[in-house]
């Protein structure tokens, strides 16, 4: 007797399958599979049955449902699998036998271990062939299918995009056509289907196809969102533009993860966000093995400092105070703000200042991938120590964090333990549940804007022209993403004047705060990444507040409507802006050139359309 949650619920034996009623055991069911072998708080399955509009009598009625599903165990001879009560909820364990989520999760595994790329592919189709339908499409739920159901999908979706990876790398670019087409119409959002249809179809011999697939992309990511292409596909259509050769790999049949594949990527494995992840170790410990499924950097002895690095001094001695307070419970801290505010070099500053506090080690992970999508706690957790395995107390360091469920399972527990975590967001349900401290981060001040300028560039430049260093702080907004990025441009032409660097830049801002020999050290590469994780409609929010004069934004500053105040909500929630005083909110000046640069090119693109 198995259980199957990839697809509609339902209890299979054999050949025979039963898809089970929607039903307030359904939801309870699904809820307990979700978290096979741990414990389910009883606040969670509350919500997971009634949401946010639980009756009076919920805990009651709870504990009914909980019989009636064990009821319904016996009625289909469920004998392995048995609800357990353990203090505060419930537990339901299974195996890869029993449940096909971890069955799933085991081949990937196993996928990551393969010798050779024929191997990792079967294993990966394997698991591909678990998922038999829509996900839960039984199961009555709202908060499973909002909070729970997105993550299982994303888990199908990277190891869809990774068996196609291994298939464009041994060169079955019309095997895998199908799949590709498929994939890239049933989520036109993600780019990187897109980029491996495209790769397949030039590869086959069709380059008309390969680049009118690209400019129907490039369409609908200027008319849905206002954004152009990734990087990686403006690459790609410039080598099918050029007639590159793309194929077949001459990788090794062992398909070595380390390869690069056509078009630059690295095989099969999960990029990270702006760098490596990194693990820093204590001193005696030897060097962890790296981990297939995530690209590792060497270890780190000590940690390092983050070069450059001022400002913040507030925040820094807030920080080290509460990570070495000694306290028995894990420690938490967050670092919240707009993108490119500096939360990742005050984290990793942070892990610096303390790493002595740490006999266990400091491990640092990025956890939201290049293209967006969010690294699965289960991704992570192969990258921790065991339980009980570090020798002491250990500081985690998350990094890009998109929810507190993605913080929650990694947490160490052991006494004197911390964790820094970073996020655009404010994370309230993880300090709800949690507790732990915030530190909300604004833009620099211009005495700290001209520290860091001084410290990259030097004091005798900066000092040689003052007023222009200033007005270079003013334009980049002090945000230090843009003052490292300015820095960084002024570096490699010493013989440019900060003048001169200043009336470049000031003529198309935010546009030219990029480095063109890396796409991810760029203001608008950044500011567009945030805004495709929100909704279509808040994306529009954002692009109406352009037209609104001011930095600062009263309550009806996109009318009077609820819906209107709940996007301001979104947008500060997002780090996209930030709350008074004066007024409920406020815009930073970037950002706000942003915003009106994409509405303008919005109306052109609208205009167009009509014209035609």
């Given at each position: 007797?198995?259980?199957?949650?990839?697809?509609?619920?339902?209890?299979?034996?054999?050949?025979?399958?039963?898809?089970?009623?929607?039903?307030?055991?359904?939801?309870?069911?699904?809820?307990?599979?979700?978290?096979?072998?741990?414990?389910?708080?009883?606040?969670?399955?509350?919500?997971?049955?009634?949401?946010?509009?639980?009756?009076?009598?919920?805990?009651?009625?709870?504990?009914?449902?909980?019989?009636?599903?064990?009821?319904?165990?016996?009625?289909?001879?469920?004998?392995?699998?048995?609800?357990?009560?353990?203090?505060?909820?419930?537990?339901?364990?299974?195996?890869?036998?029993?449940?096909?989520?971890?069955?799933?999760?085991?081949?990937?595994?196993?996928?990551?271990?393969?010798?050779?790329?024929?191997?990792?592919?079967?294993?990966?189709?394997?698991?591909?062939?678990?998922?038999?339908?829509?996900?839960?499409?039984?199961?009555?739920?709202?908060?499973?299918?909002?909070?729970?159901?997105?993550?299982?999908?994303?888990?199908?979706?990277?190891?869809?995009?990774?068996?196609?990876?291994?298939?464009?790398?041994?060169?079955?670019?019309?095997?895998?056509?199908?799949?590709?087409?498929?994939?890239?119409?049933?989520?036109?959002?993600?780019?990187?289907?897109?980029?491996?249809?495209?790769?397949?179809?030039?590869?086959?011999?069709?380059?008309?196809?390969?680049?009118?697939?690209?400019?129907?992309?490039?369409?609908?990511?200027?008319?849905?969102?206002?954004?152009?292409?990734?990087?990686?596909?403006?690459?790609?259509?410039?080598?099918?533009?050029?007639?590159?050769?793309?194929?077949?790999?001459?990788?090794?049949?062992?398909?070595?993860?380390?390869?690069?594949?056509?078009?630059?990527?690295?095989?099969?494995?999960?990029?990270?966000?702006?760098?490596?992840?990194?693990?820093?170790?204590?001193?005696?410990?030897?060097?962890?093995?790296?981990?297939?499924?995530?690209?590792?950097?060497?270890?780190?002895?000590?940690?390092?400092?983050?070069?450059?690095?001022?400002?913040?001094?507030?925040?820094?001695?807030?920080?080290?105070?509460?990570?070495?307070?000694?306290?028995?419970?894990?420690?938490?801290?967050?670092?919240?703000?707009?993108?490119?505010?500096?939360?990742?070099?005050?984290?990793?500053?942070?892990?610096?200042?303390?790493?002595?506090?740490?006999?266990?080690?400091?491990?640092?992970?990025?956890?939201?991938?290049?293209?967006?999508?969010?690294?699965?706690?289960?991704?992570?957790?192969?990258?921790?120590?065991?339980?009980?395995?570090?020798?002491?107390?250990?500081?985690?360091?998350?990094?890009?964090?998109?929810?507190?469920?993605?913080?929650?399972?990694?947490?160490?527990?052991?006494?004197?333990?911390?964790?820094?975590?970073?996020?655009?967001?404010?994370?309230?349900?993880?300090?709800?549940?949690?507790?732990?401290?915030?530190?909300?981060?604004?833009?620099?001040?211009?005495?700290?804007?001209?520290?860091?300028?001084?410290?990259?560039?030097?004091?005798?430049?900066?000092?040689?022209?003052?007023?222009?260093?200033?007005?270079?702080?003013?334009?980049?907004?002090h945000f230090p993403l843009s003052l490292r990025i300015a820095t960084a441009r002024l570096l490699t032409r010493p013989g440019l004047r900060i003048a001169d660097?200043?009336?470049?830049?000031?003529?198309?801002?935010?546009?030219?705060?990029?480095?063109?020999?890396?796409?991810?050290?760029?203001?608008?590469?950044?500011?567009?990444?945030?805004?495709?994780?929100?909704?279509?409609?808040?994306?529009?929010?954002?692009?109406?507040?352009?037209?609104?004069?001011?930095?600062?934004?009263?309550?009806?500053?996109?009318?009077?409507?609820?819906?209107?105040?709940?996007?301001?909500?979104?947008?500060?929630?997002?780090?996209?802006?930030?709350?008074?005083?004066?007024?409920?909110?406020?815009?930073?000046?970037?950002?706000?050139?942003?915003?009106?640069?994409?509405?303008r090119e919005r109306h052109n693109s609208q205009a167009a359309t009509a014209r035609h």
């Amino acid at each position: 007797m198995r259980f199957q949650l990839l697809g509609p619920l339902s209890i299979a034996e054999g050949h025979d399958v039963v898809v089970l009623k929607p039903s307030k055991p359904s939801s309870l069911l699904a809820a307990l599979l979700i978290h096979p072998g741990s414990v389910v708080s009883t606040g969670y399955l509350l919500r997971a049955l009634w949401d946010e509009d639980q009756p009076a009598t919920a805990r009651a009625a709870l504990q009914s449902c909980v019989l009636r599903l064990r009821r319904l165990f016996v009625k289909y001879g469920v004998t392995r699998n048995v609800i357990e009560a353990v203090p505060g909820g419930y537990r339901m364990n299974a195996d890869a036998d029993t449940l096909d989520l971890v069955r799933f999760r085991a081949l990937v595994r196993a996928a990551d271990e393969a010798d050779d790329a024929e191997g990792e592919l079967y294993r990966l189709k394997e698991a591909l062939t678990l998922w038999q339908g829509p996900l839960l499409a039984n199961v009555p739920s709202p908060m499973l299918h909002r909070d729970e159901v997105p993550g299982l999908t994303e888990e199908r979706l990277r190891t869809l995009e990774r068996a196609c990876d291994i298939e464009l790398a041994l060169g079955r670019c019309r095997q895998v056509l199908v799949d590709l087409w498929e994939a890239a119409r049933r989520h036109p959002g993600r780019e990187r289907f897109s980029e491996q249809l495209i790769e397949a179809l030039y590869r086959t011999g069709r380059q008309s196809e390969a680049l009118s697939e690209y400019r129907s992309v490039k369409g609908r990511l200027k008319e849905e969102l206002g954004v152009d292409p990734g990087p990686a596909l403006q690459r790609l259509e410039l080598s099918i533009l050029r007639g590159d050769d793309l194929g077949p790999s001459a990788l090794d049949p062992a398909l070595d993860r380390t390869a690069p594949l056509p078009g630059g990527r690295t095989a099969v494995a999960l990029a990270p966000r702006t760098e490596p992840l990194a693990i820093a170790a204590p001193a005696p410990a030897p060097v962890p093995a790296p981990v297939p499924s995530l690209p590792l950097a060497p270890a780190m002895r000590p940690v390092p400092a983050v070069p450059s690095f001022t400002g913040r001094t507030a925040e820094r001695a807030a920080i080290t105070a509460r990570l070495t307070a000694g306290s028995p419970d894990t420690t938490v801290v967050v670092l919240s703000g707009a993108p490119g505010i500096g939360k990742t070099a005050l984290a990793r500053q942070a892990a610096h200042d303390t790493q002595d506090s740490f006999p266990g080690g400091v491990f640092i992970l990025a956890m939201t991938r290049e293209d967006g999508s969010s690294v699965t706690p289960a991704e992570a957790l192969a990258h921790l120590p065991p339980l009980g395995a570090a020798d002491g107390a250990t500081l985690l360091v998350l990094d890009d964090v998109t929810s507190p469920d993605q913080v929650r399972p990694l947490l160490p527990a052991r006494p004197g333990s911390a964790a820094i975590v970073t996020s655009r967001r404010g994370l309230a349900g993880l300090m709800a549940t949690h507790g732990g401290s915030v530190h909300r981060l604004s833009t620099l001040e211009p005495a700290e804007s001209q520290q860091l300028l001084a410290a990259v560039l030097g004091a005798e430049r900066v000092a040689a022209e003052p007023t222009a260093a200033g007005e270079l702080a003013r334009i980049c907004g002090h945000f230090p993403l843009s003052l490292r990025i300015a820095t960084a441009r002024l570096l490699t032409r010493p013989g440019l004047r900060i003048a001169d660097c200043v009336a470049w830049l000031a003529e198309d801002l935010p546009a030219r705060l990029s480095l063109a020999d890396d796409p991810r050290l760029s203001v608008p590469q950044v500011f567009g990444g945030a805004l495709r994780r929100l909704e279509p409609r808040w994306r529009e929010a954002f692009h109406r507040l352009g037209d609104h004069e001011g930095l600062l934004l009263p309550s009806h500053a996109l009318g009077n409507s609820p819906e209107a105040e709940e996007a301001l909500e979104r947008l500060a929630e997002a780090g996209l802006l930030e709350e008074g005083p004066p007024g409920p909110y406020r815009i930073h000046r970037l950002l706000k050139i942003y915003a009106r640069q994409q509405a303008r090119e919005r109306h052109n693109s609208q205009a167009a359309t009509a014209r035609h």
